[in-house]
Structure formats: C-alpha cells, structure tokens
C-alpha cells in the first residue's frame, strides 16, 4: 500500500499500524479510530465519519494486501463501536465490505471478517434487521466453511443475530422467504443445519407467522429431513412437528391447496433402499392424513393424486406398520368425504346427452389424451418416477371431485400386476364406494372399467374377489344404469330381457326357440348392465376353466347373496340354451346343479322349485330345465328337486339310448349321495306314499339299474329295501284316504301348467346335438391317429 497517500482524517501513525502484520498494532490503530470517531459523533461531522469508514473500507478491507484487509476489518468494527447508536445511519457501508471479506480465501480473515460483523451488529442490534437478508447469505456461506475457526466465530455471530430476530417485531419476513426457499435447498450438510436452525427460530417468535408462508418451504424441508445427519434429521422433525402443532390450532388460516401436491410427491418413494426415505414417507403421510380430517373438502381436487400415494402403502408388511395405519386412515377419511353431492353436477351430462353416454362421447378413455391435467401428470411420473396431480377444478369456485382421475388411478392399480392384495381390496372398495355415492357420473367409466373387473374375478384372493363382486353387482343393479343407452346392443342381440310374463296356455306348447324364451321376474333393481355380466362372466368361465372348476361355484353363489338368486339363474340358463361349445354347456351346466342343490344362498329358490304352484315358478323350470338338458343326469336331479317324477322317469327311459360313460356314472353316483343329503329329506319321506309317488320310485329303481356294483349301488339299493308295502301304510278311513289323495293331485294339477311332452322332445333334440358333437370329435381324433401313424 502507497503510506505517502493521503488517508486523512487518518494519521499516518493509524494507517501505518493497520497494515502491520502484527495483531496488537492494528488493536492499537482501532483504539486510535475509535477515538477518532468518537470525537466527529461529538461533533455531529457526518461527514468525515463517512470518509473515514470509507477509507477503511476501498483502501483496507479491500485491498489486494491480505494484512490492509485484516486492518480495515478491524477498524470498521472500531467505527461501528464508536458510533453506538448512530451506526444504524452507517450500516450499508459498514457491512458490505466486511461481508465481501467473508468470500476470502484465507481463513485467517474470514475469521477476522466473522469478528468484525459481530461486533458490529452487537452495537447495531436491531437496526441491522433492514440488511438481514445480506447478513443470512453471508452466514449461509460461513455455515459450511471448512475452517473450524471461522466456523465457530460465524455461529456466535448466528445466535447473536438470532437474539436480536426473537427480540424484534419489525422482522421483514415478506423479503426474507424467498431467499430461505432458494438456501433451503442446498446439499451441504453444516448449511441445511443452519438453514433448519433458523425456521426453527422463526416459528417459535408468536409475532412472526411463518406458517403463512410454510407452502414455500414445506418440500425443502421435506428434502432436508432426508439429510444422513441424525442430528439434523431430528431437528427437522421437531420443526415439522411444531408446524403441524400450529396447523392443528389454526387450521381455518393454513393454505391446504398449496401444499397438498408436495404432500403427495414425498409420499411416494422413490428408492426404498433409502432408510431416510422411510421417514419422509412417514412424516408426509401423517401429514396427509391430518390435512385431510382438518381440511375436508378442500382436499379432493387433489384426490387423484392422494389415492397415487396412499394406495400402494395399504399393501406393506410389518416393517412399514405406521406408514401403512397412517394411509389406511388417509384412504378411509378421504373416502368419507365423497358424498352424494358430488353426484349432482351433472350439467355437462345434460347438455352432451340424455342418459349414459356410450362409449365414444362423454367417456374419458383411460389411456391416451382423455383429460389434459391426467396427461401432464403422467409426463411427470415418467421423468422422475412420482406422481402428483393439479387439481382439475382449480377454475371453479367450488370444490369438485376430481372423478376422472380417480377413476384412472383405480383402474391403473387393478391393471398393474404388482400390486398388492390390499391395495386391490382398497382400490374395489372405492369403486364400490364410488358407485354407490356418484352412480350417474361413475356409469360414464363402467365399459372401460368392466374389462378388468372380470378379469380380476381370475385373483387368487377370496377378498378380492368378494369386492370385486359387491362392485359389480352394483353395476348390475343400480338405478342408475336403467338405461336405453347402456349395453342397449348386447340385450338386443342376446333377448336377455328379464320380465313378469303369463304363463303358457292350456295346450300351448312353449317355444323352444332362442326369441321367445320363458323368463322369470325380474326384481326392480336389475338393470341393462346385468345382462352383460352374466354373459362376460359366462365367457370367461368358457376360456378359463380352471377358474370355473376353482372359483365357479363361489362366485356365483356370493352373486345369489349380492343379486337375484332367481334372476342369476334364470339369465344363465337363457345364455346356455345358445351355447355353441356344448362341453362347456353341460359343465356349466353340472356347476349350476350343484350350486342349486346343495347351498344355502339357494334355499329360497330351492323352496319356490319345490312345488310349482305358480305360473312364475312354473316358468322358471322350463327355462332352467332346457339348459339343463345339456346335462341329462343334472335334468333328473332338476324333476326330482321339483317333484315331477313322472317326468323323471321318463327321462330315465331314454338313458338307455344315451351314451353311457365313466364322467356319466359318476354323476349318477354323485346323485344318489344328494339323494341321502338333507336337500332330499322330503323325497325320502314320500316314500312312504307308495301309492301316490309310483313313479318316483320306478325311477329310484331307473337309476339303481344304471349303476354298476358299487358303493353307490348298495346305498340306492338299501334304500329302495326300505320302502313300505302300500297295503300297511293304507289308512283305517279308506274313503278319507282316497279323497287326499285325489285333493293333492287336483291341487298340484290346477297350478302346473307344463308341457312335458315338449320338454321330452327338447330333451332328445339337446341330446341329440351333443352325439353328434362327441362322434365328430371322435371321428377327427381317428384321422389325427391315422395321419400320425402314416
């Protein structure tokens, strides 16, 4: 430095000693400058006071010689100490050229620099807060220095600046935010513990309102709660959990809207390996959940994106239990929240159409461009492999349920062969729910959704196929799918139409036809998308056997509980009559039999085939008994269950004409042990009446011809030894005994309106069909065996 220039107000003594390389010389000089200043305060000379801080400050404190920068630190500390009160006027150009000394690359006057700016805001105090922003940066900077002495010195100057805050009322938080939410983000381990310190100070000062502005800074701390530090992880904790502590107070005041997206993005994982990640997960979770029970409402713009988060949480084992009891209560509260209301807004409906839209308007399609916020949202899951959602109504003055993109989350997680059984159970449910709360806004997704939904009847879960079912026969029997619209082609096509019809006339013969089938009535629940399951179902039993053999008889029996009993039967029997694969048909048919005779959902039914007094009743046999004739063994059981034993009989008689095989004689030994079942208590006891059930038991004796010497045989024919002689069962009254006998003839005959002669000659056309079928499998098998041989 040139010592011949002139530095007054400064002697030539006091520039000399601050560039000394010795420490106590330029303490001396300082001394001097107090002195100095002191005197020009005394006198009210602002003037020189500047000049002499800015002396200090071009001339030392940024010189290029590293002891002149070292004694401007110093002296512009002494200046600051000199001035006491009145340094507040100064400060600008008392701290910018010590804050410049920070950016040093020797430690020793960073150090320096450190001691000086506290000094200087020590004098200053609360006068400093207007240059608060330029302290925090540099402070942010000293944070992470390597030099632990510099490190020490800027934490001395952090808590005396954090005093001077707690002790204010005019903190300019406005100015500060967004220079916290850009530092908030940095990697650097001593900044992030700086940074956290530092919010953890503001929440806690009452006339500070942080929390106004926590939006800004939630997902930064989110970041920072993943830090590797434990200390600095627990110290975020505390502060999120401060926040969350004041949210609960004033929840009227929190911005839920504008943090609800952040929420979702940290509460998907994204590297499991991550232990940190476990914890982020937890901590966003639980905040959604508390944001959902406080918020309410204000919440299901954002549902889509909930749901993209919670969903796959409700599948994790033991290791995860809170993160899984925190989304499982996330799911129930958000599910709670969607109500009948949200059905009501049906104006877009209204203006595109009357009634369900089909397929190609109105219906967002699950892939491709159907909604421009789904679409966005899906841009983001791929390039960073988390998913969040803008709210769809975020125009709208009211809150609105974000149905579209629900409904695309649901169907993505019943598609996505990973997920787990409860988040399937999950996702059904709130199909369910769905279904149940907005019926005329969800039957716009039922043909896109109906694909899966019997696809995932094929899941190796009993619960999941439950739900799946309680969800279908929704759809099959909420009002609101009574449409002509909806399915209109398949019940044209199939002539599926359930309805009360007359019974057939005195020696009308019915129509054995696929147009004109008898058909039962129908409950008033029942709608045009119940046809087209039983029709899907039908087919998908036909292409997967396995899961007819496995899970047939389950499904429809918990269908008998959820729908029709009557109805299930009465359509499955209608789309059997026109099957083409007749192997299938008479397996089918087989299943159904079983179920009709041996569960307790059907036991109604079972009661109103019994005794067919009705013209419904009546109707309801015929249809079920020409399906059934697929299955001639299956048929018998059908006439014994209804006690047209005649009928039987002479069904009986034509077996001799059928072929007879191993699968044959096992159904015939199956019957004979449901004959000894419960279900047959009453056939057993009319037994005794010889007289009036001849031909039940020429046709017991029928089937005991058809079997071979067997076990089966031996029960039948044991069965058979017990029946009466008819002259010991005659009554002593002969006359009262003949006239209950003719009564209960007369009475079963004034209701029973059938023609048997037709269905016989139905019988002998179906059986007829399937030798035809079996010889011309047999006959291609030879030909494969020949060509083979050649």
């Avoid at 200090?56 to 500390?77: C, D, N, T, V, Y």
């Avoid at 502005?213 to 701390?221: M, N, Q, T």
Wanted: aromatic letters at 8%; charged letters at 25%; glycine letters at 4%.
């Amino acid at each position: 430095m040139n010592t011949e220039k002139d530095f007054s107000p400064l002697t030539p003594n006091i520039v000399r000693a601050l560039n000394d390389k010795l420490y106590e010389k330029r303490k001396v000089a300082a001394l001097e400058i107090e002195k100095l200043v002191r005197e020009f305060v005394a006198q009210n000379n602002s003037t020189q006071i500047r000049h002499v801080i800015q002396i200090l400050a071009s001339e030392f404190a940024l010189s290029q010689h590293p002891h002149s920068r070292k004694g401007g630190l110093i002296g512009l500390a002494a200046c600051s100490i000199a001035l006491g009160k009145d340094s507040g006027l100064y400060l600008k150009e008392l701290i910018e050229p010590v804050l410049t000394c920070f950016n040093d690359s020797d430690s020793r006057l960073r150090y320096y620099a450190c001691e000086a700016l506290y000094n200087i805001v020590k004098v200053a105090r609360g006068a400093v807060l207007p240059h608060f922003n330029l302290l925090f940066d540099g402070l942010s900077k000293l944070a992470a220095d390597p030099d632990p002495n510099v490190k020490s010195g800027s934490e001395l100057l952090d808590r005396l600046l954090k005093d001077i805050v707690t002790e204010s009322n005019t903190f300019d938080l406005v100015a500060f935010v967004p220079l916290l939410r850009e530092r908030i983000y940095s990697n650097n381990q001593y900044a992030r513990q700086f940074i956290i310190s530092w919010i953890h100070v503001l929440e806690s000062v009452p006339d500070i309102h942080l929390l106004d502005y926590l939006p800004e800074i939630l997902d930064g701390l989110f970041q920072i709660l993943g830090d590797n530090s434990k200390e600095i992880r627990r110290t975020c904790e505390v502060v999120l959990g401060e926040f969350l502590k004041e949210i609960k107070k004033t929840p009227s005041s929190v911005k839920f809207a504008e943090m609800a997206n952040i929420l979702v993005i940290h509460c998907q994982v994204a590297d499991e390996t991550k232990l940190t990640n476990d914890l982020i997960q937890l901590t966003a979770m639980t905040w959604m959940r508390e944001f959902i029970q406080l918020a309410g409402r204000v919440v299901l713009p954002y549902s889509s994106g909930i749901l993209t988060a919670v969903l796959p949480c409700l599948s994790y084992d033991d290791r995860k239990k809170n993160t899984k009891e925190a989304a499982s209560a996330c799911n129930h509260s958000l599910m709670k929240l969607v109500t009948l209301e949200d059905d009501e807004d049906i104006k877009e409906e209204r203006n595109g159409s009357t009634g369900s839209p089909s397929a190609g308007e109105g219906q967002p399609k699950m892939e491709g461009d159907s909604n421009d916020m789904l679409n966005a949202s899906q841009e983001s899951v791929g390039l960073s492999n988390i998913s969040f959602f803008t709210p769809a109504s975020s125009d709208r003055p009211q809150v609105t349920l974000d149905l579209d993109g629900i409904v695309q989350v649901l169907d993505r997680h019943l598609h996505d062969s990973s997920t787990g059984m409860m988040t399937r159970i999950a996702v059904l449910k709130w199909l369910y729910h769905l279904y149940i709360k907005t019926p005329r806004k969800m039957f716009r997704h039922t043909d896109s959704l109906f694909p899966i939904l019997l696809k995932t009847l094929s899941d190796e879960s009993d619960e999941v196929i439950l739900k799946d079912l309680e969800v279908l026969a929704e759809i099959a029997s909420s009002p609101a799918g009574q449409t002509d619209q909806a399915s209109s082609c398949d019940i044209i096509e199939n002539k599926l139409v359930l309805k009360v019809q007359e019974g057939p006339k005195p020696g009308q013969q019915s129509s054995t036809g696929p147009k004109t089938m008898d058909s039962s009535p129908s409950t008033p629940s029942m709608n045009s998308y119940f046809y087209k399951f039983m029709i899907n179902l039908l087919k998908r039993f036909s292409m997967e056997r396995k899961l007819l053999e496995n899970r047939g008889a389950f499904i429809i029996r918990q269908l008998c509980l959820l729908l029709h009993a009557e109805n299930i039967f009465h359509s499955m029997a209608d789309i059997l009559l026109k099957e083409e694969d007749l192997k299938f048909a008479s397996t089918m048919v087989q299943t159904l039999n079983t179920i009709l005779l041996t569960s307790a959902e059907l036991f109604q039914l079972r009661n109103q085939l019994k005794d067919l007094h009705t013209q419904e009743s009546c109707a309801l046999f015929c249809c079920l008994y020409r399906s059934w004739c697929h299955n001639p063994v299956a048929t018998v059981s059908l006439c014994f269950l209804t006690q047209n034993y005649k009928h039987a009989y002479d069904l009986i008689q034509k077996f001799g004409n059928l072929e007879v095989t191993v699968d044959f004689l096992m159904e015939v030994d199956k019957l004979v042990q449901l004959i000894e079942s419960p279900i047959f208590t009453y056939l057993r006891l009319q037994l005794l009446d010889v007289e009036n059930n001849p031909y039940l038991i020429k046709a017991l004796y029928g089937l005991l011809m058809l079997l071979p010497q067997s076990q089966a045989f031996q029960l039948l024919s044991h069965r058979l030894k017990c029946v009466p002689n008819p002259e010991l069962m005659r009554t002593v009254d002969e006359s009262k005994y003949m006239d209950s006998k003719k009564q209960a003839v007369c009475k079963r005959s004034s209701h029973i309106q059938v023609d048997y002669n037709e269905l016989l000659q139905h019988f002998d056309t179906v059986q007829s069909k399937h030798l035809e079928v079996r010889h011309q499998r047999s006959a291609r098998a030879s030909d494969h065996h020949d060509r083979k041989l050649m």
